[in-house]
């Protein structure tokens, strides 16, 4: 579903000529996506790069200005850790519906914007990257209340629990 409302979107992407997109698919769904987005990709071969995946992905997360992802808990981590405000998509197929309620409570901090997949359309998807875009005191809220959210030291934290619990 995600493909497809990114594959939909590429003729709006024309609306942010200044904006540079990562469309990171999974190796699984990389080759049709990218032949679709070809297909509907015109005029924006320097501005949309589609990936199966990324080895480097610090280096592309501090270039991020929004992120649209899903949103389980180790990519959340890095998103908030680094201040990146993001557009997400929970999965709706993960045990107990965890993501729903990940994403949830980063859109009631004011650090993400929710999209449920069931609901997702290329033109909302579009519509919410625009307004990030375009919006820069929005953005810059989401992103100190995405700080906000992090635990950038968490590392730190851990091995000194662990150190208090084994008596070190």
């Given at each position: 579903m995600v493909n497809e409302a990114m594959i939909g979107m590429v003729p709006f992407l024309k609306k942010l000529p200044d904006v540079h997109f990562v469309y990171i698919t999974g190796q699984q769904y990389y080759e049709n996506t990218r032949k679709a987005v070809l297909q509907s990709n015109s005029g924006l071969r320097n501005h949309l790069h589609v990936l199966p995946y990324v080895n480097n992905m610090p280096e592309v997360l501090a270039?991020?200005?929004?992120?649209?992802?899903?949103?389980?808990?180790?990519?959340?981590?890095?998103?908030?850790?680094?201040?990146?405000?993001?557009?997400?998509?929970?999965?709706?197929?993960?045990t107990n519906n965890h993501q729903e309620a990940n994403?949830?409570?980063?859109?009631?901090?004011?650090?993400?914007?929710?999209?449920?997949?069931?609901?997702?359309?290329?033109?909302?998807?579009?519509h919410e990257i625009e307004q990030l875009m375009l919006h820069?005191?929005?953005?810059?809220?989401?992103?100190?209340?995405?700080?906000?959210?992090?635990?950038?030291?968490s590392a730190m934290r851990i091995v000194a629990e662990m150190k208090r619990l084994t008596g070190e």
């Open positions: 270039a991020t200005t929004v992120a649209v992802s899903r949103a389980g808990a180790s990519s959340l981590a890095e998103l908030t850790a680094l201040g990146i405000p993001s557009i997400l998509i929970p999965s709706p197929n993960v994403a949830r409570s980063l859109e009631q901090a004011g650090a993400a914007v929710m999209l449920l997949e069931s609901r997702l359309t290329a033109e909302k998807l579009f820069d005191d929005k953005r810059k809220k989401m992103s100190g209340n995405a700080k906000a959210c992090g635990q950038p030291d």
